[in-house]
T-cell receptor, first 117, second 112 residues
Framework: GENVEQHPSTLSVQEGDSAVIKCTYS??????FPWYKQELGKGPQLIID?????GEKKDQRIAVTLNKTAKHFSLHITETQPEDSAVYFC????????????????FGRGTQLTVWP | TAGITQAPTSQILAAGRSMTLRCTQD?????MYWYRQDLGLGLRLIHY???????GKGEVPDGYSVSRANTDDFPLTLASAVPSQTSVYFC???????????FGSGTRLTVV
């Protein structure tokens, strides 16, 4: 199956600085790459995702880039704020299909991001 | 509000006792998943179900069982709890043909 590696495991930045989290994956068939944010005491929530037909996607202060050749993708957060402090997970999946195991997400181990005021 | 409901939110359980963690979704999603989250290990898949009536094993299934009698419910049972099953458990669902997961709020289980 797919193997997703995520770095760094912890990241501390000053408020206003940028934060970058990187992930690699092993299965060239994977075509969907979401990022989840998990705040303390809550379940993970999808914040942005990208499919393999695009190289970059932005949503306000967050962006994701994908390099399919190198099999890596990254989350970029600009102008960080204390409320960005959370655990971030990357994931990868094959195309989903009804009734099969395809579409299952394989998660990285997470990055604890701390933004200091 | 549509989503996934997990119960209980937390539980302390004596080793050797059995327990069922409940998960209910009202989105009519076909696929459902159980993950455990442990510090430094991320989210590890315990069991999954692609559709009602079918289940499968994930990465760490030992000591756990699941059933999927209908679309909405996906309970996780610990037959005889051990301290290594102390963890936070998340249920998630996905609609067939869709990509992203919806997660519940989790159950924090402590086995003593």
């Amino acid at each position: 199956g797919e193997n997703v590696e995520q770095h760094p495991s912890t990241l501390s930045v000053q408020e206003g600085d940028s934060a970058v989290i990187k992930c690699t994956y092993s299965d060239s068939a994977s075509n969907y790459f979401p990022w989840y944010k998990q705040e303390l005491g809550k379940g993970p929530q999808l914040i942005i995702d990208i499919r393999s037909n695009v190289g970059e996607k932005k949503d306000q202060r967050i962006a994701v880039t994908l390099n399919k050749t190198a099999k890596h993708f990254s989350l970029h957060i600009t102008e960080t704020q204390p409320e960005d402090s959370a655990v971030y997970f990357c994931a990868a999946s094959n195309p989903p299909a009804r009734g099969s195991t395809l579409g299952r997400l394989y998660f990285g181990r997470g990055t604890q991001l701390t933004v200091w005021p | 509000t549509a989503g996934i409901t997990q119960a209980p939110t937390s539980q302390i359980l004596a080793a050797g006792r059995s327990m069922t963690l409940r998960c209910t979704q009202d989105m009519r999603h076909n696929a459902m998943y159980w993950y455990r989250q442990d510090l430094g290990l991320g989210l590890r898949l315990i069991h999954y179900s692609n559709t009602a009536g079918t289940t499968g094993k994930g990465e760490v299934p030992d000591g756990y069982s699941v059933s999927r009698a209908n679309t909405d419910d996906f309970p996780l049972t610990l037959a005889s709890a051990v301290p290594s099953q102390t963890s936070v458990y998340f249920c998630a669902s996905r609609d067939s043909g869709a990509y992203g997961y919806t997660f519940g709020s989790g159950t924090r289980l402590t086995v003593v």
